[in-house]
T-cell receptor, first 115, second 107 residues
Framework: DAGVIQSPRHEVTEMGQEVTLRCKPI?????LFWYRQTMMRGLELLIY????????DSGMPEDRFSAKMPNASFSTLKIQPSEPRDSAVYFC?????????????FGEGSRLTVL | GIQVEQSPPDLILQEGANSTLRCNFS?????LQWFHQNPWGQLINLFY???GTKQNGRLSATTVATERYSLLYISSSQTTDSGVYFC?????????FGTGTSLTVIP
């Protein structure tokens, strides 16, 4: 079975540009998570969805960040306008349930560099 | 939110040595996972272990949920074990990650 698929793997852009990161969760998984990893802050949860509905977006740093999940097999994380401090690795993860049931699986990440 | 502490923060081992990594958490959890982030940045699932003991080759893990800790054992370490090991706990709504143990295995 295919794992979580993210694109692009690497993105280099200039400050002020729009960035869109994409994620395809594992088929049958009903939870989808977006994480950001930096040296300073480690792995931090940005937002998660259950059955395509955003449940908790309290980790989204500011209004420049938005995420959507139009269907069970696709999600996007958008940054507009991007800033150099947004440079990080963005991971998407999915699970079948949470709590006592949900093992989390990660994609390979999207490494974003904003110049 | 729940606090997750991992120790030691850094570890250097000679190839062939054994090690124990620890994860303490501040509240009861329904779920706990160990991950290995390899030098290429990939997060690899090691164990899904809310309680009890599991073994996979040279690695094993034990979670004592009532005492709020988990241990990851690495035996006969190899250079490919290098990377960062993360513990993640789920009290019922989302996973919270520790800051990781950075392991370097030298030949």
């Amino acid at each position: 079975d295919a794992g979580v698929i993210q694109s692009p793997r690497h993105e280099v852009t200039e400050m002020g540009q729009e960035v869109t990161l994409r994620c395809k969760p594992i088929s049958g998984h009903d939870y989808l998570f977006w994480y950001r990893q930096t040296m300073m802050r480690g792995l931090e949860l940005l937002i998660y969805f259950n059955n395509n509905v955003p449940i908790d977006d309290s980790g989204m740093p500011e209004d420049r960040f938005s995420a959507k999940m139009p269907n069970a097999s696709f999600s996007t994380l958008k940054i507009q306008p991007s800033e150099p401090r947004d440079s990080a690795v963005y991971f998407c993860a999915s699970s079948r349930g949470t709590g006592a049931t949900g093992e989390l699986f990660f994609g390979e990440g999207s490494r974003l560099t904003v110049l | 939110g729940i606090q997750v502490e991992q120790s030691p923060p850094d570890l250097i081992l000679q190839e062939g040595a054994n090690s124990t990594l620890r994860c303490n958490f501040s509240d009861s959890v329904n779920n706990l996972q160990w991950f290995h982030q390899n030098p290429w940045g990939q997060l690899i699932n090691l164990f899904y272990i809310p309680s009890g003991t599991k073994q996979n080759g040279r690695l094993s893990a034990t979670t004592v949920a009532t005492e709020r800790y988990s241990l990851l054992y690495i035996s006969s370490s190899q250079t490919t074990d290098s990377g960062v090991y993360f513990c993640a706990v789920d009290p019922g709504n989302q996973f919270y990650f520790g800051t990781g143990t950075s392991l370097t295995v030298i030949p």
